[in-house]
């Protein structure tokens, strides 16, 4: 394990993402938002009422598991995803003081993009005082999510798009609070894997493919040239 994270309970990371990446995915949980994806905070399970959530869109799917090879390269672990959560704060948003359920034993939460500035508390593991980091987009907050207490206190800005993300270790116990927890029940949160996706669709591609009659588009196949020469009127 890396050492300061393992001093400290957290390691900060600037530019965790590329700026770009973050403003794009920040347009995203906007887009979101104005699309109804987004659900209003319930003002349990620490979703603060004044925040927008998401907890499953497409866009980012992937983000667990392009980002774990670097999880693990910085923390020198061999990590299994759980799951992510994205949540946009208002004016008056906070985060209560808390720390995580099993599922987030290696957690990241990134910024990605704000009205203002907002820091965020953290407790650090060797001197047990809380610390303070601001972060600007994608900049990353690397911490043990089940151990290191944190919080946020009221936001006096406009906005600010907040992503979490989380691992387990591949083998071994979650460790406290959750002493006897055992990583491997958590690997994917219980659901499926990548792999249980890709076959779930993969064994229904032909229902899937073979729609809107596409395979009998037989006259417009012929009229398709191959023809170098010809190959133009292809895409006229």
Known sequence: MNPDFERDGYLVVKNFIPRDSADMLCSLTLKAVADGVAKPGQGIGGEHPLTWN????SAF????TLLTPKMNEILDLDLVPTY???RTYLKGGAMSHHTDRPSCQRSITMNLGYSHQWPIYIVNRETGKYTEFQAEPGDALLYMGCSQEHYRDPFEGDWYSQIFLHWVEREGEIGPPHTGHMCKDYHWDNGGSPADYRKYYGDSWKKILHQKGIMERKQSVANYSMDEH???KNYK
């Not at 998401?54 to 869109?57: D, K, P, T, V």
């Not at 799917?61 to 667990?64: A, E, G, K, M, R």
């Open 54 to 57: 998401i907890n499953s869109f």
């Open 84 to 86: 992510y959560y994205q």
């Open 230 to 232: 010809q190959a133009g």
């Open 61 to 64: 799917d992937p983000l667990l």
